[in-house]
């Protein structure tokens, strides 16, 4: 039996080598995505550009300009226009935000009155939009504390754990070694097997005093340890060469990963039991994946989502390992907080898993 | 040009012959469309908050009210068990988690120094900048309506007005930037299986042989897929003003001129792939790895081309998704015309007929 399925991975192992196109984009796909998106996945909202529209042209009102430019959020080094321009620099997207200053504005300050300033926002990218206003709030309240002297007494002191730099690819990341473990591993298992199928291979495996146990542990490990190797490739890359900190413990990491193999194999194999091509296989596999990991908060947090898809994506295993991924690596969870997720997947990995031997060994005979 | 007809039909009978393509190539994009609208919604919105409430007064259970109310934050699906802080954001059930120590109240009646403590889950960056300027707002409000009667606090006010999209809904700058995504990955992708396969097949050497030129062969594979892509935009538009109820400010002409330009450049760098592989496989692992991801990451789609490095800021300069995501919000979102637009519409018309020169060339030498 042992012997068997050792046999068996060689040849799969065999096969993947000998294919120098697949064994390119077995490689090539991890390091590409995870420079790709390591470098460009960013939500940051900074250097808005800001026209200004200064009515007062006072040293209070330039002052006000300045500390709103002083961190790196507004980009005001826009000449001072007109508000006709400013609307047409909007249109043109040449602006994202428009400051106007009215007449006045330093004679109200030096009689501690209130002043009030225009705020023309581009409401396109709404998350931006409104994370600017965010933004120019907060500068607007410091900026009236510095000069009007007068400082609410109940402030609010706030800590920021785990990223407290605020780097985008430090949560990007972990969500790369997740979607890349259950891409790959969903992948080569659907088409593996469907290729055998598709030049008529099977049938001779299946001649052969083979068992289907022998055949489906033979078919399933070596993409499962591809699946490792590519996840520690993304993992080196990033400690490496991003520099993320990895806060808990990595035993934990590749064994929830392990358990969480279980599902995407199972996927793998259910894929393979319904095409007949490996194109079908292909893109069945994409479209699950996708699937899962748009709605696994990756990009996007759950929460944003409308109610019913949130109650959809309790159904999604990558949802429950993208938390584990991101709890491990960021904020050094252990199992006591991480419990609810484990459970989640042990369950998914043992239905998935059964129904799909289940399913596949019945296709077989 | 009978010529080309006659390979347009035999293209149009394999793409009718091949339910399960079509149903991928028109079901796909309205199943992404869906998928896509609802699901990147980076609106900071609902924020999960936490709050430890050790004051326990009307002022300290009014200042969580306000929490809640100000459309920011959400309380957290399960009670989180309040001994531990650190615990309740490190298994996530909230984002951030508010302590009041006791004397609140007394502090807002006395306006004697006080200070509130949040802890803010910092690992989604964006997330917690929001997080961070929107609990001082929500402070701010409180601290306002608490000052005698005609009194008025000094210093600047900022009165703000949202233009173009004013409910700030984010799938209004989603969906019309899928449109790009999906037609680029239909006609690349399309394009260049099919390309792929009469060569995979031996069929291309039989058209070639027979009088038939290498360019009346193209031009008839490609016009089925310009118009099916075509109808993949119609629907998608269709889709996105009626179902997510984007608006649509400018022309639709104008619309569908420009969406007929990316198209040919879409097609042309599938030809383009075609020529380089010699299976349907590869053809499709490198149409999504030269079209797809690109259109994606480096269109300014999700994330803003300012924000990434030099490098990629020049590489996104090649991507014709670039060019076709702000012309189409432009017209969608501002109803922008050409007066605004030429820049765009000039690089994207450069572009397409670079590659559609390229690719005719390459697919002439290689095939011809």
Do not use: C
Not at chain 2, 72 to 89: A, V
Not at chain 2, 148 to 157: A, K, M, W
Not at chain 2, 192 to 218: C, D, F, N, Y
Not at chain 2, 295 to 308: D, R
């Amino acid at each position: 039996m042992v012997r068997t399925i050792l046999a068996l991975m060689k040849k799969e192992f065999l096969q993947v080598i000998r294919d120098s196109n697949m064994l390119r984009m077995v490689f090539l796909m991890p390091i590409v995505q995870l420079f790709l998106l390591g470098y460009v996945a960013s939500t940051d909202v900074k250097l808005i550009s800001t026209a200004v529209y200064d009515d007062d042209r006072s040293g209070l009102s330039r002052e006000y300009v300045r500390s709103l430019s002083a961190g790196e959020y507004f980009i005001t080094d826009t000449p001072e226009i007109s508000l006709l321009e400013a609307e047409r620099g909007f249109r043109e997207s040449r602006y994202e935000v428009a400051l106007i200053i009215p007449r006045g504005f330093s004679r109200k300050l030096q009689e501690s009155k209130q002043v009030k300033i225009g705020l023309m926002v581009d409401g396109t990218n709404a998350n931006s939009a409104s994370i600017a206003l965010g933004y120019a709030n907060v500068i607007t309240r410091q900026f009236n504390e510095r000069v009007t002297g007068f400082s609410p007494p109940i402030t609010l002191r706030q800590k920021r754990l785990y990223n407290p730099e605020g780097e985008s690819v430090y949560f990007m990341v972990p969500g790369i070694v997740a979607t890349l473990l259950t891409m790959i591993t969903m992948l080569l298992t659907s088409m593996a097997i469907v290729r055998e199928r598709e030049i008529g291979t099977l049938e001779q495996l299946m001649v052969t005093p083979i068992s289907t146990t022998a055949l489906i542990l033979g078919k399933t490990i070596p993409f499962a340890l591809i699946g490792f190797l590519e996840m520690s490739v993304a993992l080196f890359l990033g400690v490496t060469w991003f520099r993320i900190p990895f806060a808990g413990s990595w035993g934990l990491l590749y064994a929830l990963s392990f358990l969480f193999l279980f599902t995407t194999l199972g996927t793998g194999m259910f894929i393979s039991t319904i095409s007949t091509t490996q194109q079908q296989a292909m893109f069945l596999t994409w479209f699950f994946a996708i699937f899962a990991i748009m709605t696994s908060g990756f990009f996007a947090p759950i929460a944003n989502m409308p109610r019913s898809i949130q109650y959809l994506t309790y159904l999604n295993p990558l949802r429950y390992f993208m938390t584990t991924v991101r709890g491990i690596m960021m904020k050094g969870a252990s199992l006591d907080v991480l419990y609810p997720q484990v459970m989640a997947m042990i369950i998914f990995g043992i239905t998935i898993f059964t129904f799909s031997w289940l399913r596949f060994s019945k296709r077989v005979k | 040009m009978d010529k080309v007809g006659y390979i347009a039909r035999k293209e149009v009978r394999h793409i009718l012959r091949d339910p399960r393509s079509l149903m991928i190539a028109i079901l796909i994009p309205i199943l992404m469309t869906l998928l896509y609208g609802y699901a990147i919604n980076l609106d900071t919105k609902n924020i999960k908050l936490a709050v430890l409430d050790f004051d326990r007064t009307v002022d300290s259970r009014e200042l969580v009210a306000k929490f809640y109310n100000s459309g920011y934050f959400l309380e957290p699906e399960t009670t989180p068990i309040l001994s531990d802080p650190e615990r309740i954001l490190k298994s996530g059930q909230a984002h951030a988690v508010l302590i009041m120590p006791s004397g609140f109240a007394k502090a807002v009646t006395n306006f004697s120094q006080y200070e509130l403590g949040m802890l803010i889950d910092g690992a989604d960056a964006n997330v917690a900048a929001a997080t961070a300027s929107y609990s001082r707002i929500v402070m701010g409000r409180f601290i306002e309506d608490r000052l005698p009667s005609g009194f008025e606090l000094p210093g600047v006010r900022i009165s703000q007005q949202v233009l173009y999209n004013s409910d700030l809904e984010s799938s209004h700058f989603f969906v019309p930037g899928l449109i790009a995504v999906i037609l680029m990955m239909i006609s690349a992708l399309l394009t260049s299986v099919t390309i792929a396969r009469e060569k995979e097949t031996g069929t291309m050497e039989q058209l070639l042989t027979s009088p038939v030129s290498p360019r009346q062969i193209i031009i008839g594979k490609v016009i089925p897929y310009i118009a099916l892509a075509l109808l993949d935009a119609v629907l998608i538009l269709v889709f996105a003003v009626l179902h997510f109820g984007v608006p649509f400010a400018g022309s639709v002409t104008l619309l569908l001129f420009f969406g007929l330009i990316y198209i040919v450049a879409a097609l042309s760098l599938g030809i383009l792939i075609s020529t380089l592989v010699a299976t349907q496989q590869v053809a499709m692992m490198m149409a999504q790895l030269v079209t797809v991801l690109p259109s994606v990451m480096l269109s300014g789609y999700i994330f803003e081309i300012k924000n990434m490095p030099a490098v990629l800021r020049y590489v996104s300069h090649i991507v014709p998704a670039r060019y076709f995501i702000r012309i189409i919000r432009g017209i969608m979102l501002k109803g922008s015309d050409m007066s605004v637009l030429w820049g765009e519409a000039a690089f994207l018309v450069v572009l397409t007929v670079v590659l559609l020169a390229i690719a005719s060339k390459r697919f002439q030498l290689k095939i011809g």
